[in-house]
T-cell receptor, first 117, second 114 residues
Framework: NAGVTQTPKFRVLKTGQSMTLLCAQD?????MYWYRQDPGMGLRLIHY???????AKGEVPDGYNVSRLKKQNFLLGLESAAPSQTSVYFC????FGQGSSGANVLTFGAGSRLTVL | AQSVTQLDSHVSVSEGTPVLLRCNYS??????LFWYVQHPNKGLQLLLK??????LVKGINGFEAEFKKSETSFHLTKPSAHMSDAAEYFC????????????FGIGTKLQVIP
């Protein structure tokens, strides 16, 4: 019963480098999300996906790209990392869409801590 | 538009005393409301949810919250704090219909003093 698994857990990048964060869920959830968590700002939605092959922009999408080639995986990419992208990134999944009457409950991964120097 | 305000960024209580974490929300609809807990270096875990059924909602680990529409509040309470309750707590609002975003509060850090 792994739930949502994120890799890697920690990463240090230099400005301009690229990387990909991987999120995998084994609950057959349709919907997946990437958030970033910064002190004093709560969680902010970067991108989300409502199904395999679909993605959409969230609140703070600039500088990030995503892909959902398989239902169970949701990848977050940074093409050219900047110090402003230093953050803790959380992946989440749910069986209902955000804001649907189904009382969307999110299952979160443990987080990926990214530092950009 | 929806928003959520957690009125305290830090709360400190003694072990065995009551816990009150305050949350006010704004929504144009009849929202769903949630409390999540985040222990250090962990992901967020659902504590409880309100979905327009009973206004007093019971969650895990003895926590409960009461939805008060007239006050637009959804405060989290627990009668007696345990050391293991030390964590960060997030109030979350979600409007129904379509793919509206889920809005998180900025979080309240709960410290439990032995």
């Amino acid at each position: 019963n792994a739930g949502v698994t994120q890799t890697p857990k920690f990463r240090v990048l230099k400005t301009g480098q690229s990387m990909t964060l991987l999120c995998a869920q084994d609950m057959n959830h349709e919907y997946m999300y990437w958030y970033r968590q910064d002190p004093g700002m709560g969680l902010r939605l970067i991108h989300y996906s409502v199904g395999e092959g679909t993605t959409a922009k969230g609140e703070v999408p600039d500088g990030y790209n995503v892909s959902r080639l398989k239902k169970q995986n949701f990848l977050l990419g940074l093409e050219s990392a900047a110090p402003s992208q230093t953050s803790v990134y959380f992946c989440a999944s749910s069986s209902f869409g955000q804001g649907s009457s189904g009382a969307n409950v999110l299952t979160f991964g443990a987080g990926s801590r990214l530092t950009v120097l | 538009a929806q928003s959520v305000t957690q009125l305290d960024s830090h709360v400190s209580v003694s072990e065995g005393t009551p816990v009150l974490l305050r949350c006010n929300y704004s929504s144009s609809y009849s929202p769903s409301l949630f409390w999540y807990v985040q222990h250090p270096n962990k992901g967020l875990q659902l504590l409880l949810k309100y979905t327009s059924a009973a206004t007093l909602v019971k969650g895990i680990n003895g926590f409960e919250a009461e939805f008060k529409k007239s006050e637009t509040s959804f405060h989290l309470t627990k009668p007696s704090a345990h050391m293991s309750d030390a964590a960060e707590y997030f109030c979350v609002v979600s409007d129904p219909g379509g793919y509206q975003k889920v809005t998180f509060g900025i979080g309240t850090k709960l410290q439990v003093i032995p």
